[in-house]
């Protein structure tokens, strides 16, 4: 493996993320295909049921690919149960002699098998490279199919004293305008969005991305998590229901506020109890798997973000940061942002706000000290603020 070989895979991963909204359920793919020191082809799974990274690559080659080498983010696929037919047979009938994988595919009908098929046509695998790297880029589609959950990113704002709300959870605005464009085009690209019920009460938000451009088949799926279904019907995710789709998780047994709702257009999901008089957000997550939700998108307040942390079940934490926003919310302590405690990966500044973004080195799907896919895109929004 040379320097070569890890600049070409890192064109490969930067391409991957052009796809990121647009592919999922499925996971982010770049490929580059080079010859004799020279690219002469390349290509990224653009969209969810369309040709994947390698036969795009293929396509685009100014000359014959035969002998060159491919370089893959992700193992080729071999199984033929999908929308389209598999990369690893197109990649042996081109003559590519040599092909370089990011990682493999976690996928189980794939898992090593691709590698395999390669082998045994007589082409030269070299894999892994820049493995951290390239299971970044696939986190939640690791996430997906192997833990059967989304991947859970957290995100709040802070004033410059640490503070994240006034007096009584008081809504204030934090953010300038371009972190609110960083944060609706993270939206956009998200399935689904959750806050609790004293976000409703106290923000009144309306949880969709606006003033972005998506190109998003599925709408954002609004999600509220609520033990006690005190959403006000005057609220505007309330009034917009039937605009936009809209959960309730709850364990409330209040059958006559469920109805209120379910008439309003909400989907209404009853949960077991499981400790605490509370529903289990394992159960929230097993139910938006089976929804194909691959990112969630949590915006909690400062007791469901200490709920979250306690717990580790975040996977992504963002957290934009005002340098001059003072909060003065003397003697309410929950308005204050809590400790993160996880390793912080990256940094971005948006016309003076900050945005950090961490990392859970306990995430049970995956962890390595490399900036998200997201955070990387964010980067352009970034250069173009200063």
């Avoid at 040379?2 to 391409?15: E, M």
């Avoid at 010859?35 to 396509?59: Q, S, W």
């Avoid at 690893?88 to 081109?94: E, F, K, M, Q, T």
Wanted: contains cysteine; glycine residues 6%; proline residues 6%.
């Amino acid at each position: 493996m040379s320097k070569v070989d890890h600049t070409y895979i890192r064109r490969a991963i930067r391409l991957a993320m052009t796809g990121r909204g647009d592919v999922e359920p499925n996971p982010m793919v770049g490929c580059v295909i080079a010859k004799d020191g020279r690219i002469i082809g390349e290509g990224y799974h653009a969209k969810f049921g369309e040709a994947h990274a390698e036969p795009t690559a293929l396509a685009a080659c100014s000359e014959s690919p035969a002998g060159a080498t491919a370089y893959v983010t992700l193992e080729p696929c071999c199984h033929t149960n999908k929308k389209t037919p598999p990369c690893v047979p197109r990649l042996i009938d081109a003559k590519i002699a040599r092909v370089v994988i990011g990682c493999l595919d976690p996928t189980p009908e794939v898992n090593g098998k691709g590698v395999a098929m390669l082998r045994q046509a007589g082409v030269e695998v070299v894999a892994p490279c820049l493995e951290a790297q390239a299971k970044q880029l696939i986190a939640p589609f690791i996430a997906r199919v192997i833990h059967h959950r989304p991947y859970v990113t957290m995100k709040w704002a802070q004033s410059a004293n640490g503070q994240v709300a006034g007096e009584m959870g008081r809504a204030v605005r934090i953010t300038n305008g371009a972190s609110d464009r960083v944060i609706h085009e993270l939206r956009a690209r998200c399935d689904a969005i959750a806050v609790g019920t004293n976000t409703v009460i106290n923000d009144d938000p309306l949880l969709t991305a606006r003033g972005v451009e998506s190109s998003r088949d599925r709408p954002l799926l609004r999600v509220v998590l609520s033990n006690s279904l005190k959403i006000p019907t005057r609220s505007r995710l309330f009034q917009t229901a039937r605009e936009h789709p809209l959960i309730v998780y709850t364990a409330s047994t209040d059958s006559q506020k469920a109805r209120e709702l379910a008439d309003a257009g909400v989907e209404v999901v009853n949960l077991p109890v499981r400790g605490e008089n509370r529903f289990s957000f394992t159960d929230v997550l097993q139910d938006l798997h089976r929804r194909e939700v691959t990112h969630l998108l949590v915006e909690p307040g400062p007791t469901l973000t200490r709920y979250f942390l306690a717990r580790g079940q975040a996977d992504r934490v963002w957290v934009f940061r005002s340098p001059k926003q003072i909060i003065d919310a003397q003697g309410f302590k929950t308005s204050y942002a809590p400790e993160i405690g996880y390793p912080p990966v990256g940094e971005l500044n948006f016309d003076g706000d900050v945005l950090n973004e961490y990392l859970n080195p306990t995430s049970t799907v995956f962890y390595a000290h490399v900036q998200s896919a997201d955070f990387q895109k964010a980067q352009g929004s970034s250069a173009a603020a200063v």
